[in-house]
Nanobody, 123 residues
Framework: QVQLVESGGGLVQPGGSLRLSCVASGSWFRITAMAWHRQAPGKERELVATITTGVNTNTNYATSVKGRFTISRDNAKNTVYLQMNSLKPEDTAVYFC???????????????WGQGTQVTVSS
């Protein structure tokens, strides 16, 4: 059985930093991309950053986090990270890890989601 386990959330003051981690545990056949999404109270879930897992790594960021957040991954550990710097109160949300992959070569790729980790930016 495969699952995503996030960690690293918490309370931080404006201007501070946090690093989120997400381990894609279990036996994966293939992972093509990893991403972070977030959902603030009363708002829809939004894409924060994505990273591909191939030889040529491609990353993309939401405009609101570009230049402040950095997504990275360790393929050997099936882990994706989100380094968040210069945090703002509007970054407060539950952050979800997302993986596009499959655990069974007979099955198509699909989205997997973690349970989420709370990030609160407040003084």
């Amino acid at each position: 059985q495969v699952q995503l386990v996030e960690s690293g959330g918490g309370l931080v003051q404006p201007g501070g930093s946090l690093r989120l981690s997400c381990v894609a545990s279990g036996s994966w056949f293939r992972i093509t991309a990893m991403a972070w999404h977030r959902q603030a109270p009363g708002k829809e879930r939004e894409l924060v950053a994505t990273i591909t897992t191939g030889v040529n790594t491609n990353t993309n960021y939401a405009t609101s986090v570009k230049g402040r957040f950095t997504i990275s991954r360790d393929n050997a550990k099936n882990t994706v990270y989100l380094q968040m710097n210069s945090l703002k109160p509007e970054d407060t949300a539950v952050y979800f890890c997302n993986v596009m992959g499959t655990a069974d070569w007979r099955q198509p790729l699909r989205n997997y989601w973690g349970q989420g980790t709370q990030v609160t930016v407040s003084s």
